[in-house]
């Protein structure tokens, strides 16, 4: 029995050393690649192109789940900045290097949307398209309501945005959720666990394309390994069916032009549920479905999100002269 104790409190002692050494390896490989906004409790991360000549419009980036600023930026960034937008991208609260001050509380998209309404205020931003892929799609739809006075246009990409049937996550998410045990559970096991299965989550991601080349070191997807990351990533999904459940039935109060970009593949998302509800809730919404295309339309099909982010900058474009 001795024996056994000493073994396992080794083992314990070996994993969190393990995760510690490895965090600290994570950060020092991909540090903070922008600028920081101060938001009340905090600071909130961004990455930010802006064209030469004159701008078009202003692009605010919403990542989705497990990912950070960069994933957006990388491949929409240049492009939108060659179309004539000024483009910021943030770390949601709690990803990348954004802080999360109200902790637990600010798994909400609501929550999430003061903030970054707030980190907006703060820069000077008074209308903005906002274009928000997979689970930032519930947090950019409450931008568009509850912060319609700074919202021109809406863009969403493989959003989340709908109740989907059982309001089933993949198991780690509930552990690493949860108060103490969600503690335990990120300090031990979730970075070894999860480097050996990055590979395999990025390919289904992707599929039924395979993923960019180089797709990791030029996103740092790896920062969500972080003890403190990993759990608010969690806390985020565990808390998405709850949050869409109250926002759906609001959808049709938006008001802003807007449109929905999908896959017809993919793996992640139920497009049937969440695109097609948004696009038949928002009333001026357009759908645009690419065949073959999985749950990241904004690496695989980059041209056609610009086109829509075109088509929603001449729509508001519009309603603003007239």
Do not use: C
Not at 90 to 97: A, C, I, L, S, T
Not at 219 to 224: D, H, K, P, Q, S
Request: no cysteine; glycine share 10%.
């Amino acid at each position: 029995m001795h024996i056994a104790l000493t073994a396992g409190l080794g083992l314990l002692a070996l994993l969190f050393g393990y995760t510690q050494w490895q965090s600290r390896r994570i950060e020092a490989e991909f540090p903070p690649r922008g600028q920081f906004v101060e938001v009340t409790g905090g600071r909130l991360h961004y990455l930010e192109r802006r064209p030469d000549g004159l701008e078009q419009a202003t692009v605010v980036l919403i990542h989705g789940a497990s990912g950070n600023s960069a994933d957006m930026m990388v491949p929409l960034g240049d492009r939108l900045v060659a179309k004539g937008f000024r483009v910021l991208a943030f770390d949601r609260p709690g990803h990348g290097w954004s802080d999360r001050p109200g902790g637990r509380a600010d798994s909400a998209p609501e929550r999430q949307a003061k903030l970054i309404r707030e980190g907006l205020d703060r820069l000077g931003l008074r209308r903005v398209i906002v274009l928000g892929h997979s689970l930032g799609g519930v947090l950019s739809s409450n931008l568009a309501l509850d912060h319609a006075d700074i919202v021109s246009g809406l863009v969403l990409v493989a959003p989340v945005t709908h109740p989907w049937p059982g309001g089933d996550i993949s198991w780690y998410y509930t552990p690493a959720s949860m108060p103490v045990v969600g503690e335990i559970f990120t300090e031990l096991i979730t970075l070894p666990a999860g480097q050996a299965t990055l590979d395999a989550g990025l390919r289904e991601v992707f599929a039924p394309e395979p993923p960019p080349p180089d797709y990791d070191r030029q996103t740092g997807v790896a920062l969500v390994l972080r003890p403190a990351t990993f759990r608010a990533n969690a806390q985020d999904v565990a808390n998405t069916f709850d949050a869409v459940t109250r926002q759906a039935p609001r959808m049709k109060d938006i008001r802003v032009p807007t449109a929905i970009v999908t896959g017809d593949s993919d793996r992640i998302v139920l497009t049937r549920i969440h695109s097609f509800g948004s696009a038949r809730d928002i009333p001026q919404a357009t759908l645009i479905l690419l065949p073959n295309i999985g749950h990241s339309p904004h690496w695989s099909a980059p041209d056609a999100v610009v086109s829509a982010v075109e088509d929603v900058a001449q729509r508001s474009s519009k309603i603003t002269t007239h």
